[in-house]
T-cell receptor, first 112, second 115 residues
Framework: DSGVTQTPKHLITATGQRVTLRCSPR?????VYWYQQSLDQGLQFLIQ???????AKGNILERFSAQQFPDLHSELNLSSLELGDSALYFC???????????FGSGTRLTVV | AQKVTQAQTEISVVEKEDVTLDCVYE???????LFWYKQPPSGELVFLIR??????QNEISGRYSWNFQKSTSSFNFTITASQVVDSAVYFC????????????FGRGTSLIVHP
């Protein structure tokens, strides 16, 4: 157990739907990072939050959004889902500004 | 901008062979961190090592060793006497010391160890 908890582990949904992925960081970690891993794109950085504030944005689609709550857990919202959004979504956390990253086990999203 | 290249898409070896996974990075910064992660078939990403740019000492951890060479911008990973359990995708990543602190990952190398 890495200490980073992601739920759900698997998600199957239809095109056009909206889903929410949840991440609880390792105890004491203030930063949360979201990554998308697809077969053709590798590990793509989506967005980072630090202590509740958005800190950096990567190649995140406008249909996607995220937030980090006061208890430091984070949610990634994916809407108007398309087949191409099928991927493994990882959350990682770090204590300070990226000295080390601990990844969760990921959420496998399948859009049908 | 930084970039990480793992030119080997897939490597197939027989158990007990030694194998080296290559990682070449690009950055103009003089201070940065390099990482290796392992992704077994179960899917999770497991941290293996972190190395900062000022520390060029090679590191050995059991059957794993890492060779960091700034002169060639490489941070290669060697598994000695490979085992079937080493079968996984291995990712190399680079993070600059400043800026957004976001690690950039290579595309990964899939290692298949046959019994």
């Amino acid at each position: 157990d890495s200490g980073v908890t992601q739920t759900p582990k698997h998600l199957i949904t239809a095109t056009g739907q909206r889903v929410t992925l949840r991440c609880s960081p390792r105890s004491g970690d203030l930063s949360v990072y979201w990554y998308q891993q697809s077969l053709d794109q590798g590990l793509q950085f989506l967005i980072q939050y630090y202590n509740g504030e958005e800190r950096a944005k990567g190649n995140i689609l406008e249909r996607f959004s995220a937030q980090q709550f006061p208890d430091l857990h984070s949610e990634l919202n994916l809407s108007s889902l398309e087949l191409g959004d099928s991927a493994l979504y990882f959350c990682a956390s770090s204590a300070s500004q990226g000295y080390g990253y601990t990844f969760g086990s990921g959420t496998r999203l399948t859009v049908v | 901008a930084q970039k990480v290249t793992q030119a080997q898409t897939e490597i197939s070896v027989v158990e007990k062979e030694d194998v080296t996974l290559d990682c070449v990075y690009e950055t103009r910064d003089t201070t940065y961190y390099l990482f290796w992660y392992k992704q077994p078939p179960s899917g999770e990403l497991v941290f293996l090592i972190r190395r900062n740019s000022f520390d060029e000492q090679n590191e050995i951890s059991g059957r794993y060793s890492w060779n960091f060479q700034k002169s060639t911008s490489s941070f290669n990973f060697t598994i000695t006497a490979s085992q079937v359990v080493d079968s996984a995708v291995y990712f190399c990543a680079l993070r600059l010391s400043g800026g957004s602190y976001i690690p950039t990952f290579g595309r990964g190398t899939s290692l298949i160890v046959h019994p």
